[in-house]
């Protein structure tokens, strides 16, 4: 593909997550690890869309190979990379249409510090909330902001996971070894206990990147070191699928990085995906965009072993009916926002 493929509409230059998305990889849907778990399937989706209306779409590292400067053909969009936007901005190579913010602020509270300059520069802002739950609105331009709707890649489950009848009655937890920058409202630390609890009655499997690597950054914190040994008593080692991990369990420990109003993610959508009850905490908000019949709301417990005396006693019956809430959810107006995010993001 050429560096600048010319159309008779608007331009569209996205600014990825991370690097390694860069030369167009976001749209990969080839790249096995690029693409896990169809995490692009969303951005290739938008590619299409854009594509019918005679729209291209490219990652931003494009933008700066093309030599035109026209602001009404050219819009910008970043992910959460924020140190480009002010050379698009002073070199008026596009409009800085969205900023996008998808992780919360115990993981990159700079760009909860940066919202002032980022709602002065851009059109809109894109937040889990637009109240300032979890961060601060002051010198903000809260008329910026719009709520984020997590991309999904999928609106119905995936029928050879979903149909899977051979499933251990035990929780399973997909989750990497982090030490979040910011402690406040963090839930590493809750999952670290609720997995340490629920390993004492030997009910719960660990599968995810660098629980075994004592040596990082990431376990250089009091949660893990008190909790390491109970840890390494129940981790698996890394997962390549979490579909292919999930269809095996009846239940899964799915609890958000942050408690923060409307801050949900993919975590609970994959459970729904494979048919694995989530045991869920996180969003306070959650029953706003999510129904009740489709999760285990964990809030309602006082002790991890309470919660698995309860789920270990419900009947396959009732297992069922959650699972097919949760696909009957997923095919819903509701989940849609979740499913088109990004076009609508791109639309407005």
Known sequence: MSDHNPTNGKNIFIDPSYRVFDLDGLFDLSNPVLNRDDQLLPFHRLREHMASSSMSVRTADYLFKESYQDTQQSDYYSLGLIDNFERVLLERRARLAAFVIME?????????????????????????????????????????????????????????????????????????????????????????????????????????????????????WLPYWLNRRALMSIYKGKCVSKFEVLQNYEFCLCFENMRMDGYI???????????????????????????????????????????????????????????IAGRNFLRSDMANKFYDSIEHICEA
């Open 104 to 220: 919360p602020p115990v993981v990159v509270p700079s760009l909860y510090e940066a919202l002032p300059r980022l709602t002065a520069a851009f059109d809109r802002v894109y937040v889990h909330n637009t109240n300032g739950d979890g961060y601060s609105l002051d010198g903000v331009d809260a008329n910026k902001l719009h709520r984020l709707y997590w991309p999904i890649p999928h609106n119905d489950v995936l029928e050879s996971y979903w149909r899977n009848s051979t499933r251990m009655k035990r929780v399973v937890v997909i989750n990497g070894s982090h030490n979040p920058l910011s402690k406040n409202r963090e839930q590493y630390s809750l999952r670290i206990n609720a997995m340490a609890e629920l390993s004492k009655i030997g009910v719960v499997d660990l599968y995810g990147m660098g629980w075994d690597r004592w040596w990082s950054r990431e376990a250089l």
């Open 265 to 323: 993610t993919e975590k609970l959508f994959d459970c729904l995906y494979a048919g694995t009850i989530p045991l869920y905490m996180g969003a306070p908000d959650i029953l706003s965009y999510i129904p009740k019949d489709v999760f285990v709301d964990c809030r309602k417990y006082s002790t991890w072993k309470e919660m698995w005396a309860d789920v270990a006693t419900m009947s396959p019956e009732r297992i069922i009916e959650m699972r």
